[in-house]
């Protein structure tokens, strides 16, 4: 900057950022482009186990996503948000692994989807632009570095696919709940009780 600014008079600095690196904030263009690692997760659930674990029908999670998770998340408007609560699990990973938490926005931006093929439940996730690390900064703090430890991974991409997994799983999860409506009866079951 200082070679451009003393050859060109007239030029003043403002700030080396114009804000259009898309860090930190929900984009389009992130979810376009992707940044970081661009994650993808596949299921192929049978239907018995769909039916004997979970307790509902393919048809009706596969329903619930659409209305759910694009109609709704379309006229809400969101960008990246066609997806049930893939923050809550981007965020407890990302605090326990330390992971820059400003980073929990973006890198939870995903689409799941959910189909019927022939007697299976087949279950996909799109993760544009996962930013996260496994060395430096939080990573290298005690309590972190042995949830990394624990986890058994050697290198972030693998980091990043137990992050896309664990959604996966917390999507089917929730869209269960919901279908059973067994939700808010959950949430008053567990939630902390007042003494």
């Known amino acids: 900057w200082d070679n451009i600014l003393s050859k060109h008079h007239g030029i003043k600095y403002i700030s080396i ?3 259009t690196c898309t860090d930190k904030k929900f984009n389009v263009m992130n979810w376009i482009r992707g940044r970081g690692y661009e994650v993808h997760v ?3 659930i049978p239907q018995e186990i769909v039916k004997r674990i979970l307790k509902v029908d393919i048809d009706d999670i596969v329903n619930l996503n659409i ?10 408007g969101t960008i990246g948000g066609n997806n049930s609560h893939a923050a ?3 965020g407890g990973i990302f605090l326990a692994t330390g992971q820059d938490i400003a980073q929990i926005g973006t890198s939870s931006m995903c689409m799941v989807n959910f189909e019927k093929h022939n007697t299976s439940l087949y279950c996909s ?8 690390a496994t ?7 005690s309590p972190q ?4 430890g624990m986890m058994d991974i050697s290198d972030t991409s693998e980091l990043a696919s137990v992050i896309g997994a664990s959604i996966i799983a ?3 999860s929730l869209l269960t709940a919901l279908v059973q409506n067994e939700l808010v009866a959950a949430h008053m079951e567990l939630n902390r009780k007042s003494d």
């Open 135 to 141: 060395i430096g900064g939080g990573t290298s703090l």
């Open 17 to 19: 950022s114009g804000n």
């Open 42 to 44: 596949e299921a192929i």
């Open 125 to 132: 996730l799109r993760l544009p632009c996962m930013e996260l």
């Open 88 to 90: 809550n699990v981007v």
């Open 67 to 76: 209305k759910k998770n694009y109609y709704g998340s379309a006229l809400a």
């Open 145 to 148: 570095k042995d949830y990394i």
């Open 170 to 172: 917390g999507e089917i």
